[in-house]
């Protein structure tokens, strides 16, 4: 009977939203506009906090409406995601939505579509509708269900249901105790790397997208790079604060200047 009970207890703790009869994301309606036709059949969601103060305005919710299964953790970042990286390399379609359940009123809408030449952006437009814009919106801690559908403009429809995942802060470290983290540690030494253009330094203390940039993106050897290293590296004294979550950090810097993180097999690394 012990053995039972912990087992469940171990269940319980890793995997909270299933032990709790937390059930999978159900999603239909599609994008299709300027050539593009994707229909949906995956949802998640991200509940975001914006402990860090960089969000912009009215976003509280991020939401992934896809044509194939994506991890919570491509969601996450402030004003890049993975799921961005990963729709402009073609391993993914659908939107991003991201909102405030408590405003009506207004939406961005980011679309995951693979660019028709490489390195363009993304296209993101801004909703809004003073009456509203959602059929129905419905939310509470663990779970977030919606209709979206725009009378006579049919060229983004969707209804969802599905549950809320969270990156929590765990920490908020200043001061000396910043100084010493291992987040700066791996600021300087990629500071050094770059100005070395040490290839594989800056793979092994990077994201996993982040580190295949550097296969076609090496940094570059100009004058003008290493001055903008060097006045990098003097802003790392700087640091105000390092906000730690579970799975991502971010390093703020003065004048709203930030350096992010993400926790890959057990390590941190350099996100951006």
Not at 80 to 105: I, L
Not at 133 to 158: C, E, M, P
Not at 210 to 216: L, V
Not at 241 to 251: F, L, Q
Request: proline share 5%.
């Amino acid at each position: 009977m012990v053995k039972a009970v912990l087992t469940f207890v171990i269940i319980l703790f890793l995997c909270p939203s299933r032990a709790l009869g937390q059930t999978a994301g159900t999603v239909s309606g599609h994008y299709a506009k300027d050539g593009a036709n994707i229909e949906f059949s995956h949802v998640v969601a991200l509940g975001l906090d914006n402990a860090e103060g960089l969000l912009e305005p009215n976003v509280g919710m991020r939401l992934v409406l896809s044509d194939r299964e994506v991890a919570v953790d491509a969601l996450m970042g402030i004003a890049f995601t993975p799921v961005e990286d990963m729709a402009k390399r073609g391993e993914v379609r659908g939107v991003m939505v991201e909102f405030d359940p408590r405003d009506r009123t207004t939406m961005t809408v980011t679309v995951l579509d693979r660019p028709a030449e490489p390195g363009q952006t993304l296209l993101r437009e801004t909703l809004s509708d003073s009456t509203g814009l959602w059929r129905k919106l419905a939310s509470d801690s663990t779970r977030i269900s919606g209709d979206y559908t725009r009378g006579n403009d049919q060229h983004l429809v969707f209804s969802f249901d599905a549950p809320i995942d969270t990156d929590p802060v765990v920490s908020t470290v200043t001061g000396a105790a910043a100084q010493d983290s291992i987040f700066l540690k791996l600021l300087r030494l990629r500071t050094q790397a770059l100005a070395k253009r040490d290839i594989a330094t800056l793979t092994r203390i990077s994201s996993r997208g982040e580190a295949a940039k550097y296969a076609t993106e090496p940094p570059p050897d100009t004058p003008e790079f290493r001055a903008f290293l060097a006045e990098q590296a003097k802003s790392l004294d700087l640091v105000l604060k390092i906000i730690v979550r579970g799975k991502t950090a971010i390093v703020l810097l003065p004048e709203n200047s930030w350096q992010s993180f993400v926790k890959e097999d057990g390590d941190w690394k350099l996100a951006d």
